[in-house]
T-cell receptor, first 115, second 115 residues
């Protein structure tokens, strides 16, 4: 069983500050997704990374995939209260077509941005 | 709305009762997944379908759980003889089956409380 660890578990910051959350595995991902989840709702897909070293930007969010495809980070610049939520990374290690799409999630990082 | 739809959103049931949840995936997606999420944890994989075929079931899915996708469209998840430990958010997700595409789109979930 591949373990997927997220850190920190909880992050509380003031509006305007920057933050970074991390996602690590002992195994090489075939792909990795980041999701944001709000209380009582399902996760919402933010980004998918596939290529080692890949960097993707989504407005104030920057996603990096490690060169070895075992780790990823999410950086938020000038955080706003609307960024508050549970940030989940989810990895796929599928090598066969049957495995594609089956995701293993980390426990998440709860981010709270106060005005 | 063309997203994944789950019904009901909330279900409270007495221990020992049976419950059934429904998921309507995005119409062109032929893969459908069920996940379970407990407080403070990320979603855990339960089972998935490609069209009407159930391709994999997690060890988390005890004999009291059964899932169907009879015509390759909507899916149902039934829990028989519910126990308090079944209380959780049950999430459905769908994805298109394309080579190397591992993105999953989630519904809003069904929150089950067993009293």
């Amino acid at each position: 069983t591949q373990l997927l660890e997220q850190s920190p578990q909880f992050l509380s910051i003031q509006e305007g500050e920057n933050l970074t959350v991390y996602c690590n595995s002992s195994s090489v991902f075939s792909s990795l997704q980041w999701y944001r989840q709000e209380p009582g709702e399902g996760p919402v897909l933010l980004v998918t990374v596939v290529t080692g070293g890949e960097v993707k930007k989504l407005k104030r969010l920057t996603f990096q995939f490690g060169d070895a495809r075992k780790d990823s980070s999410l950086h938020i610049t000038a955080a706003q209260p609307g960024d508050t939520g549970l940030y989940l990374c989810a990895g796929s290690w599928g090598l066969t077509t049957d495995s594609w799409g089956k995701l293993q999630f980390g426990a998440g990082t709860q981010v709270v941005v106060t005005p | 709305d063309t997203g994944v739809s789950q019904n009901p959103r909330h279900k409270i049931t007495k221990r020992g009762q049976n419950v059934t949840f429904r998921c309507d995936p995005i119409s062109e997606h032929n893969r459908l997944y069920w996940y379970r999420q407990t407080l403070g944890q990320g979603p855990e994989f339960l089972t998935y379908f490609q069209n009407e075929a159930q391709l994999e079931k997690s060890r988390l899915l005890s004999d009291r759980f059964s899932a169907e996708r009879p015509k390759g469209s909507f899916s149902t998840l039934e829990i028989q003889r519910t126990e308090q430990g079944d209380s959780a958010m049950y999430l459905c997700a769908s994805s298109p089956f394309r080579r190397s595409n591992t993105e999953a789109f989630f519904g809003q979930g069904t929150r089950l409380t067993v009293v």
